[in-house]
């Protein structure tokens, strides 16, 4: 089957950086569309950040200016770049990929499992 894991989610003060990745991994053909998308206690989840198959990239607008999206397709790797951490940024973190297992097979979307940013003040 198909696996996503996500890593480098932590602790940080305002105003620090961190760098989330998330693989793929398993019976992969193709992998469309990638994104993060967050959930903090009692809030609904947000998409943050995607990045479809054709380069282009889309943000939150609370995210816009500090957090970075990018993919390494060779690695089936995809990449969150967050700087100017605010303690609203506080959530659990997860990325999905709209992945293709094989040749004429439908695209299906895969969740990680999620890693947790904790920005403090």
């Known amino acids: 089957q198909v696996q996503l894991v996500e890593s480098g989610g932590g602790l940080v003060q305002a105003g620090g950086s961190l760098r989330l990745s998330c693989a793929a991994s398993?019976?992969?053909?193709?992998?469309?569309?990638m994104g993060w998308s967050r959930q903090a206690p009692g809030k609904q989840r947000e998409l943050v950040a995607t990045?479809?198959?054709?380069?282009?990239?889309n943000y939150a607008d609370s995210v816009k200016g500090r957090f970075t999206i990018s993919r390494d397709n060779a690695e089936n790797t995809m990449y969150l770049q967050m700087n100017s951490l605010k303690p609203e940024d506080t959530a659990r973190y997860y990325c999905?990929?709209?992945?293709?297992?094989?040749?004429?097979?439908?695209?299906?979307?895969?969740w990680g499992q999620g890693t947790q940013v904790t920005v403090a003040s």
């Open positions: 999905y990929g709209r992945i293709q297992m094989a040749s004429g097979n439908v695209p299906r979307s895969y």
């Open positions: 990045i479809p198959g054709d380069g282009s990239t």
């Open positions: 398993g019976r992969i053909f193709s992998i469309n569309g």
